[in-house]
């Protein structure tokens, strides 16, 4: 009579449990509530995580530079041009040379007086103007890059952001399962116990029955530490907060 209700007791903690996994009993003890959460979507993670990587944000930043470098190479010929003025005061020699008739009269004058003259310039160097369109190119060129740089950087953000969502997805499923596992298997330990008690089972059956509700019940811990750190990681790097 020990044997069969050893027997029946080892595979309702063992079969038990799993038929409890895939939703064919019904048991209202798995501690699985305290984990109900829901995910938002995976745009959104990616989203958040675009705005707050660094890395882009310094990207999307040099961009802005070297768009302002185009600018000034397509202007830099303006360097060329400019105005020039002159302002002296002071004490001037002055010649003043008269023609009347048939006779020339030269006078040599030293006064104090104000000088002033401005005006326009414009140099060509010749080789600013052959060299201006390259300069301008390779300008343009270098912004294009930068944005080539921003949408790989975005494709690896996206990448780890999916990574790490369907860690957290997958973890959580498994955390389910070993959570339903753990609550039907201390349902079961309960019944053992009474059997034990009322020296239905021998202490080595109960040992060994034992042991595997504490397996049980490792699973579950090791499960529910994964999900935490699945779901802790992808917070951290999107920065957003998971509701739970």
Known sequence: MKIKITQVLTVSLICGVFLQAFGQVENTTAP??????????????????????????????????LETDVKTQSRIWSQN??????????????????TTGAENTNIATLSQQLNYGIGLYL?????????????????????EQAYSLVEEQKQVIEQEVIRM??????????????????????????????EFRNGNIIAYEYVRLNDIAARIQSDYETAKSNFLLAKRLLENYTGLKIAQ
Not at 89 to 94: A, I, K, R, S, V
Not at 123 to 143: G, H, M, S, T, Y
């Open 32 to 65: 699985s509530s305290e984990f109900d959460f829901i995910l938002p979507k995976v745009e959104l993670f990616i989203e958040a995580a675009h705005a707050r990587s660094g890395m882009l944000n310094y990207q999307k930043l040099d961009i802005e530079v």
């Open 81 to 98: 041009m400019g105005v020039r003025g002159d302002l002296r005061y002071g004490t001037f020699n002055n010649f003043i040379s008269s």
């Open 123 to 143: 140099q060509l160097p010749i080789f600013d103007v052959w060299n201006r369109k390259n300069q301008v190119k390779r300008a343009k060129l270098e912004v």
């Open 165 to 194: 969502y369907e860690a957290v997805v997958l973890r959580y499923e498994l955390l389910k399962v070993q959570s339903t596992n753990y609550g039907n298997s201390r349902v079961n330990m309960e019944m053992v116990e009474k």
